[in-house]
């Protein structure tokens, strides 16, 4: 299925990346706008304004802040979400169908540590502390449900190669026989988002957390970056789950858009809609009942495809 | 040549940024030019065609490093590890050990007789390399990896301040656990 691409593509797949993210914050300006009284539509263009206003505002600086991680950790973000795009089939065309591309993702998502983490330290700011370490004792929650929540479908299509995994899903999409996963692979794109409900690394509580700090082009980067994720996420779950390009009547690439951004609409509506999930109560949840219902989602799935053999 | 260029750029990448660990005045900084490093060691690996030990490379390492973050708050005892503090301690014997394991690791890697490769390798070959180092040696990794984990079990119990009988009851027999801190499972 998968079509060789020349590099140059990439450049193209950036954009389509950076207007699907900024389409996700349109839709949440209008959550936003809906939830103040406002017409939905006057909210859309809020992300426009908020990113001129941002690249006009000048840096705002901390004491002895480690100005290198900090930077690091500020763009660390958008380059992830930008290294995630090279295993994500849009329709029939992929950039990079490596055969470890289920793997590859995991090991950006895994990057986030570092980056979200070091966005909260290099301020130099106890809130902005508390909340890289909120984002790290997070991640040590919805990890290792997530490797499993990847895993299935790999079992399930024989392989790691993302273009293999669309392929399997013909006759049935995974997400009919593998819903456990798919909602567990959802709501850890939401948590390595840092978006709500498990967005308490960024929380108002500590006055923004990761995000206190930071002002200007580096908070532009930040914000875009989070919705970028969110974006690449979703068109992940596409592919891994939701039949990749599939669909009737309308080509494949129109499908792979229409799903991702359906996808994309649900994690941004879901932040306003549910209460905040913190993550040392989310510890004891995620290991005892998440983490044994992903092994079990695994189990049945490496069953059926062994007896079907 | 290319090829050659790039690999050079990744070795020189993974010493500088390994010589930065002990040079840096900050666990953060050490933390990760030792993940820097340890990435440029994932892409070369990736160079000689093992995709998925150069990619489960990059992710474990980055994890890992993350993961020191969290111990590095947890049990420095008045958080020296957020002050700028020295790298390096012990310096004499540092340096006599170092010393001593790059000679000796570079004799072993000019003195072993290396076996010439037979035929090249067909098929997958991440699975023929684990098959090279791994195959005539199943039964030691076998006998270790669960004597390891009963280590990590047991130290782990002992670490524990608070085991079931304080958390279920002296009869385990409690409806609901007692935790000091609320919230998770059970109130």
Same mark, same amino acid.
């Given at each position: 299925m998968s079509s060789l691409l020349n590099p140059a593509w990439a450049l193209l797949a950036a954009v389509v990346l950076g207007v699907l993210a900024l389409v996700g914050a349109g839709v949440h300006g209008m959550v936003i706008a809906r939830s103040e009284g406002r017409s939905a539509r006057s909210g859309a263009l809020s992300p426009v304004f908020e990113l001129a206003r941002l690249l006009r505002q000048r840096r705002r600086r901390t004491v002895a802040a480690d100005v290198l991680l900090w930077r690091v950790g500020c763009g660390g973000l958008v380059v992830v979400a930008l290294l995630k795009? /090279? !295993?994500? $089939?849009?329709g029939s065309w992929i950039l990079a169908d490596i055969p470890v591309g289920i793997v590859w993702f995991n090991a950006m998502d895994v990057l986030l540590w570092a980056v979200l983490w070091l966005l909260g330290w290099g301020a130099n700011s106890a809130y902005g502390l508390i909340g890289g370490y909120r984002f790290l004792s997070q991640a040590v929650s919805y990890e290792l449900p997530l490797m499993f929540a990847l895993v299935t479908p790999a079992v399930a299509a024989h392989s790691l190669q993302v273009s293999e995994v669309v392929a399997a899903q013909? &006759? =049935?999409?995974?997400v009919v026989w593998m819903p456990v996963a798919f909602l567990i692979f959802c709501a850890s794109v939401i948590a390595f988002s840092s978006w709500s409900p498990f967005g308490t690394a960024a929380g108002s509580d500590i006055a923004g957390g990761i995000l206190s700090e930071i002002s200007g082009v580096d908070r532009l980067l930040v914000l875009a970056g989070r919705y970028a994720l969110l974006t690449t996420g979703a068109a992940f779950a596409v592919a891994m789950? *939701? &039949? @990749? @390009? /599939? @669909? $009737? =009547? *309308? $080509?494949d690439w129109l499908w792979t858009l229409l799903k991702t951004l359906l996808l994309l609409f649900v994690f941004v509506a879901l932040r306003h809609r549910l209460p905040a999930i913190r993550p040392d109560r989310l510890a004891e949840v995620a290991w005892i009942i998440v983490l044994p219902l992903a092994l079990l989602q695994t189990l049945f799935v490496a069953i059926v495809v062994v007896v079907g053999r | 040549m290319l090829a050659v260029i790039v690999f050079c750029a990744l070795a020189v990448v993974a010493i500088a940024s390994g010589v930065a660990v002990f040079r840096v005045d900050s666990m953060a900084r050490a933390t990760y030019a030792l993940a820097i490093s340890f990435v440029a060691v994932g892409a070369m690996l990736l160079m000689f065609d093992l995709d998925y030990i150069g990619v489960i490379t990059i992710l474990m390492m980055v994890m890992e490093m993350a993961i020191m973050a969290i111990y590095m708050i947890m049990f420095m005892g008045m958080n020296p590890a957020l002050m700028p503090m020295?790298? !390096?301690?012990?310096?004499r014997w540092a340096l006599i050990l170092s010393a001593g394991t790059f000679v000796l690791l570079a004799a072993g890697v000019l003195l072993v007789p290396w076996p010439a490769p037979a035929e090249s390798p067909t098929g997958d070959l991440t699975a023929s390399l684990g098959e090279t180092i791994m195959g005539s040696k199943m039964l030691v990794m076998l006998t270790v990896s669960p004597i390891l984990f009963a280590t990590i079990i047991a130290a782990l119990v002992l670490a524990n301040p608070r085991g079931r009988y304080d958390r279920w009851g002296d009869d385990l027999k409690r409806r609901s656990p007692h935790d000091l801190r609320r919230g998770g499972l059970g109130g």
């Amino acid at each position: 299925m998968s079509s060789l691409l020349n590099p140059a593509w990439a450049l193209l797949a950036a954009v389509v990346l950076g207007v699907l993210a900024l389409v996700g914050a349109g839709v949440h300006g209008m959550v936003i706008a809906r939830s103040e009284g406002r017409s939905a539509r006057s909210g859309a263009l809020s992300p426009v304004f908020e990113l001129a206003r941002l690249l006009r505002q000048r840096r705002r600086r901390t004491v002895a802040a480690d100005v290198l991680l900090w930077r690091v950790g500020c763009g660390g973000l958008v380059v992830v979400a930008l290294l995630k795009t /090279a !295993v994500i $089939p849009f329709g029939s065309w992929i950039l990079a169908d490596i055969p470890v591309g289920i793997v590859w993702f995991n090991a950006m998502d895994v990057l986030l540590w570092a980056v979200l983490w070091l966005l909260g330290w290099g301020a130099n700011s106890a809130y902005g502390l508390i909340g890289g370490y909120r984002f790290l004792s997070q991640a040590v929650s919805y990890e290792l449900p997530l490797m499993f929540a990847l895993v299935t479908p790999a079992v399930a299509a024989h392989s790691l190669q993302v273009s293999e995994v669309v392929a399997a899903q013909n &006759g =049935l999409w995974f997400v009919v026989w593998m819903p456990v996963a798919f909602l567990i692979f959802c709501a850890s794109v939401i948590a390595f988002s840092s978006w709500s409900p498990f967005g308490t690394a960024a929380g108002s509580d500590i006055a923004g957390g990761i995000l206190s700090e930071i002002s200007g082009v580096d908070r532009l980067l930040v914000l875009a970056g989070r919705y970028a994720l969110l974006t690449t996420g979703a068109a992940f779950a596409v592919a891994m789950f *939701l &039949g @990749g @390009g /599939a @669909g $009737p =009547l *309308l $080509p494949d690439w129109l499908w792979t858009l229409l799903k991702t951004l359906l996808l994309l609409f649900v994690f941004v509506a879901l932040r306003h809609r549910l209460p905040a999930i913190r993550p040392d109560r989310l510890a004891e949840v995620a290991w005892i009942i998440v983490l044994p219902l992903a092994l079990l989602q695994t189990l049945f799935v490496a069953i059926v495809v062994v007896v079907g053999r | 040549m290319l090829a050659v260029i790039v690999f050079c750029a990744l070795a020189v990448v993974a010493i500088a940024s390994g010589v930065a660990v002990f040079r840096v005045d900050s666990m953060a900084r050490a933390t990760y030019a030792l993940a820097i490093s340890f990435v440029a060691v994932g892409a070369m690996l990736l160079m000689f065609d093992l995709d998925y030990i150069g990619v489960i490379t990059i992710l474990m390492m980055v994890m890992e490093m993350a993961i020191m973050a969290i111990y590095m708050i947890m049990f420095m005892g008045m958080n020296p590890a957020l002050m700028p503090m020295s790298m !390096v301690h012990n310096n004499r014997w540092a340096l006599i050990l170092s010393a001593g394991t790059f000679v000796l690791l570079a004799a072993g890697v000019l003195l072993v007789p290396w076996p010439a490769p037979a035929e090249s390798p067909t098929g997958d070959l991440t699975a023929s390399l684990g098959e090279t180092i791994m195959g005539s040696k199943m039964l030691v990794m076998l006998t270790v990896s669960p004597i390891l984990f009963a280590t990590i079990i047991a130290a782990l119990v002992l670490a524990n301040p608070r085991g079931r009988y304080d958390r279920w009851g002296d009869d385990l027999k409690r409806r609901s656990p007692h935790d000091l801190r609320r919230g998770g499972l059970g109130g």
